[in-house]
């Protein structure tokens, strides 16, 4: 009699063993899907505000330039003649020469300084494996700034001028652009004008408020006398 009770509870705690692992699977089957989704909505709360970034020049810039040619690269426009400063960055697989010369110094000057840079850095830098794409890859961009001053600032007597050299990696040659004359004067000063005028409009209309409702001395009260007269 025992034997069978005994049986019969081995068998029992079996089939509740085997209740509780299908339970568990059930379980677990069911909560998956939400955790899933939790962890989702979570990491997705987490991430708010933050830019998803990539690799744009992926398989491109090959060969890279690294830091120690653009310390070479620097070093050298720096030790150059018949420049006040200079400067050299890189920002979005372009590089970029800045050069400060005398603030008398003309265009031509300026062109010069300008082609005297791109063969100081085409020495270290050649430009046809580092600055000319390729078939299957993109390379960097150079840009050479020569200037007397970094802006224009509009003072009687300014010798302003900027030059520009340029060599993307589809070029297959630079080319100068003289940014501080307009390729159409008429239309450049035009614009200017119009610029002026808009700081004019702006600068009346901030002073009209500021007076607002206030008699300026422009302005006439009228008399008793000619209220009547208004009335009759």
């Not at 339970?23 to 505000?49: E, H, K, N, R, Y």
């Amino acid at each position: 009699m025992k034997k069978k009770e005994t049986r019969a509870s081995l068998k029992k705690k079996k089939n509740t063993h085997r209740t509780g692992i299908l339970f568990t699977i059930c379980l677990i089957l069911v909560l998956a899907p939400f955790v899933v989704l939790g962890w989702i909505l979570f990491s997705s709360s987490m991430d708010t505000g933050t830019p998803v970034l990539g690799n744009r020049f992926e398989g491109d810039l090959d060969p890279a330039i690294t830091k120690e040619q653009l310390k070479k690269v620097e070093s050298a426009v720096k030790g150059l003649s018949g420049q006040d400063d200079a400067s050299v960055t890189m920002k979005t697989a372009t590089l970029r020469v800045y050069v400060d010369v005398a603030d008398d110094a003309n265009e031509e000057t300026c062109n010069a300084k300008a082609d005297e840079v791109y063969n100081t850095v085409a020495s270290i830098l050649d430009p046809s494996v580092y600055f000319t794409k390729t078939d299957d890859k993109k390379q960097y961009d150079l840009e050479i700034h020569v200037y007397t001053k970094p802006e224009r600032e509009d003072t009687e007597g300014e010798n302003f001028v900027y030059v520009i050299d340029t060599k993307t990696s589809n070029m297959s040659e630079p080319q100068k652009q003289t940014v501080s004359v307009a390729k159409n004067q008429e239309i450049a000063d035009q614009l200017r004008q119009d610029v002026l005028d808009r700081q004019a409009a702006a600068s009346a209309s901030a002073e009209a408020q500021a007076n607002g409702g206030e008699i300026t001395g422009s302005e006439e009260v009228p008399s008793d006398g000619d209220e009547a007269s208004e009335e009759q």
